[in-house]
């Protein structure tokens, strides 16, 4: 883990801002910033993956009719 660096402030606009130094990047390009007493935690912004998408979906209230159809039969390799 990389030791602590000392970093200088500066103001973007109306916004201060920081230069985060090349051995604490975060992979990505977004983040999540939380404040804890007074520390600043940025977090990298984790991609989901689909089982917590499909969980998080509300299952559908509706029947599906029955399918009468035999599945396809498996191709024959030669």
Known sequence: MPQARHV???R???NQAIRIPVE???PGDEAILRQDGDRLIIEPLRK???VALLA???PLA???P???DAP???ERVL
Request: charge should be negative.
């Open 12 to 14: 973007n606009g109306r």
């Open 8 to 10: 200088r402030l500066f």
């Open 62 to 64: 509706e029947d599906f």
């Open 72 to 74: 396809p039969r498996p």
């Open 24 to 26: 604490f990047e975060l």
């Open 56 to 58: 998080s979906w509300e």
């Open 66 to 68: 029955e399918i009468d």
């Open 48 to 50: 989901r993956g689909l």
